[in-house]
């Protein structure tokens, strides 16, 4: 029997990149709302782009300033304000007959569980992808498609999805398995307090994936891991992420900068510097093909998110089991430097027809059941789950016990820094460095 395509090997962009991606380039949308074309243009340099929180406005309170909403930091919390009239009453039969309108990233959801939903609530869902966060916020504000929900919004997208009125507000009296079943840091979230218009769905940390086998330094004993890219890493093996904010972030983070969505143009400017250092060392690649490319030996080095390291197995045959040695991870974090952790959201948007089963289908993905299914045999990337604890998921084969760092905890949400959206001025200093890194300036 021919084995199943991976989700990664699709001949299209790999969906965490994506991800990534689009975070640092921000949203272009063809018929944007005015608050959606102002951002994507930059006409809102002449707005301050750091510091003092906002009042309460048209959209919400708290956060800091830089766009036409509030921008959502962990110690600057956003309160979205709610039209009490897009809240769909409790109580509610499901809609009867219906066809389900859905979009998500490539493979994002394992068909097993969209059927069982269909069987349960005798309903058809049907299931658009998007190729990256900017063509799939297009999607929803192109009013060609009554699209219910969306799985897996960047959380940099939320607030501006919000403020063009693309996300309907939640009764979460339909997602009891929120509270049942995820983690406590995110029943009220520092981007959405009171969690009024989305729900978590995967996490993730950034940090270094390498084969042991060929890069003899110890990168996990090291005071600060990050330097094994200015220090012995090898040429023409070594692999950076290919996006602005992940790329800049890890110079900073090295530097003990942890607040890396507050930083001035000089700062920028260093990181940049300081990347081109490896580049020019070691002929440094751009690239999200790290669960390939580090198992097949075409790197050796690569900064990576961990839920790319536990896709790796996949690729690992049973013969090969034993290469799973010489594959290692680890999040800086653990020993003390900063560094990246993040979150993507489940949102009902405006625009469908079955806000009922809408609520319902967000709450049958975190049935803990269907979560770990969802995990183990399509995504590879974990949910927050109060089940989902390493010991469990080690069990389940996916990732050998000594790369159970690949999974992170609750507490990890508060020791890790986020990669949050930046106002428009600051994102377009982060695109132009980036630029430049790629471009070999």
């Known amino acids: 029997m021919t084995r199943p395509l991976h989700p990664k090997e699709r001949p299209v962009f790999t969906r965490r990149a994506f991800l990534q991606r689009a975070a640092a380039a921000g949203i272009a949308l063809p018929t944007a709302s005015a608050i959606l074309a102002a951002c994507g243009s930059g006409a ?24 036409p909403y509030p921008l959502a930091r962990p110690n600057a919390p956003v309160t979205w304000n709610v039209d009490q009239s897009k809240v769909i009453a409790s109580d509610q039969q499901p809609e009867q007959n219906a066809t389900v309108q859905m979009l998500r990233w490539p493979y994002y959801l394992a068909p097993s569980v969209i059927k069982s939903f269909e069987d349960k609530y005798s309903c058809k869902v049907v299931q658009t992808e998007f190729e990256d966060m900017d063509k799939g916020i297009a999607k929803m504000n192109s009013g060609e498609g009554d699209f219910d929900l969306m799985v897996g919004m960047n959380v940099w997208a939320l607030g501006k999805s919000i403020a063009a009125g693309l996300v309907r507000p939640l009764n979460l009296d339909y997602i009891p398995n929120l509270a049942a079943n995820n983690w406590d840091t995110f029943q009220s979230p520092f981007y959405d307090v009171g969690s009024h218009y989305s729900t978590p769905y995967s996490v993730w940390s950034t940090g270094i994936f390498w084969r042991n086998d060929e890069v003899k330094q110890d990168i996990a004993g090291m005071a600060n891991p990050y330097d094994i890219f200015w220090n012995g890493a090898p040429v023409n093996k070594t692999h950076l992420l290919a996006n602005a904010q992940d790329v800049l972030a890890m110079a900073m983070f090295r530097d003990g900068i942890s607040d890396v969505n507050s930083v001035d143009a000089a700062t920028v400017t260093q990181a940049k510097n300081e990347i081109q250092q490896v580049v020019a060392a070691t002929n440094a690649s751009f690239d999200h093909v790290d669960y390939t490319d580090i198992p097949a030996g075409r790197a050796w080095l690569h900064q990576s998110w961990s839920g790319n390291v536990s896709d790796a197995f996949v690729f690992l045959k049973a013969s090969q089991a034993s290469a799973a040695d010489t594959l290692s991870y680890i999040w800086p974090v653990e020993v003390g430097v900063p560094g990246n952790v993040d979150n993507d959201l489940l949102v009902v948007l405006n625009s469908g027809k079955n806000p009922v089963l809408s609520h319902l ?40 016990e000594h790369l159970a760092n690949v999974y992170i905890v609750e507490s990890d949400m508060d020791k890790g820094s986020r990669e949050l959206e930046l106002p428009p001025t600051d994102n377009a200093l982060w695109q132009s460095a980036y630029a430049q890194l790629t471009a070999g300036v």
């Open 44 to 67: 809102q340099s002449s707005v301050a782009t750091s510091g003092g929180s906002t009042d309460t406005g048209q959209f919400g309170s708290g956060g800091v300033s830089g766009a």
């Open 361 to 400: 289908l967000l709450n049958y993905i975190m049935d803990a059941k269907n979560a770990m299914t969802n995990f183990t045999t399509w995504t590879g990337y974990q949910m927050p789950q109060k089940t989902m604890t390493r010991d469990a998921l080690v069990a389940t084969g996916l990732v050998p």
